[in-house]
């Protein structure tokens, strides 16, 4: 099994539902059908400690899971998975297309101009396949960049490194 720091969050608990032991997920990926379906196997980390646990019942309400979980039967043992978040091994994760990228091969990529001036760094990806932006972080600043191909027309992850070209403005919003 990966150790916890190589793994990925697919989602988080949210709170428990009904009184049979079942969590509403905020999931965070964009294959929610496939990762939390019957006999899936996700990880949450308590007390310093991995667990495993089988997905054993799931359905969606407002684009959230409502799932079961093996070993989890009660309203107290769900209440306790609260804010937990919820893992997959990197090697589970499906194969891309060309041109799209899991959120967590973006974050920590240094972000830079067209023109060589630098930007910042990915702190963190928000939205969905619908719309994306990068978080970009330098010291205190924050920037907000949309994540288009007009706008960030070089995406090395390999290289840890994305070009932007941002429109007149983008970059002085958040300042």
Known sequence: MAGWDDMIVVGRVARSHGNRGEVIVNPETDFADERFRPGARLYFRRDGRVYPVTVTSARFQRDRPIIGLEGVGSIGEAEAL??????????????????????????????????????????????????????????????????????????DVAGRRIVIQPPEGLLDLNR
Do not use: K, M, Q
């Not at 899991?102 to 963190?124: F, K, N, P, W």
């Open 82 to 155: 609260a804010d937990l978040e919820l893992r997959v091994p990197a090697g589970e994760l499906a194969t891309l297309g060309p041109d799209t990228f899991y959120h967590h091969d973006l974050i920590g990529c240094r972000v830079e101009t067209v023109s060589g001036i630098e930007v910042g760094v990915v702190a963190a990806v928000e939205g969905d396949v619908g719309g994306s932006r990068l978080v970009v972080t330098s010291g205190a600043r924050e920037v907000l960049i949309p994540l288009a191909t007009e706008i960030c027309p070089t995406i």
